[in-house]
């Protein structure tokens, strides 16, 4: 009973955060206009005392993304600008699955006996698949900029993927979105605006670039059938 409440509070708490923060101008805290026109005296403040920043700024980013607070994507920016790309991708690349994991985690924790209860057969069918094809699934998705990746962190906690296999394959997933993201945040200076990082062109070939692995199984998958017929 005392855990079933301890389940329920932490999940009530983590919602509260994540509703207050979409509900909450967080523009005027951080936004593109704003890391643009004051990211050169933050750097000051940061090659004074590196590491430090950088750790902060790394736990803080785990925090980010763990109860997903719509600005994930700013702060990717703000890593490329003050710490450059190395160093920023770096960091961007295990926090962001850090903090994804931890998201996974409370899904798990919080809310996979109750949906197993509520939705036993539909999840029945839906760790069939993950035995599968998750890894694959998952990978597409990360790939993706298209599906909010807080909704995956938790939709995933839900079914019975190992919580390393999660890790690994999102670290490989998001990398290619977090160097272009951290790339811009790099020369921010030559940047007017967020569209002028993520448009169509991109999100369509980041997607095409997550099908890919999806259509070489399926292909691997015929060639062997026709193989065996």
Known sequence: MKKNRGKIFFGLVFFTIIIVSYFTDLSEILSFEIIKDTYQDIQILVNNNYTIYYLAFFILYIVVTAFALPISLLKTLLAGALFGFWPGLILVSFASSIGSTFCFLFSRYALR???????ASYLEKVNKGIETDGLLYLLFLRLSPIFPFFIINLVFGLTKMRT???????????????????????QIANLNSLEEILTLKVILSLTLLGLFPILIKFIYKKFKNDRQD
């Open 164 to 186: 390393l296999e999660f890790y690994i394959v999102s670290q490989i997933g998001m990398f290619i979105g977090t160097a272009l993201f951290v790339n811009a945040g790099a």
């Open 113 to 119: 006996a109750y949906t197993q209860r509520r939705f």
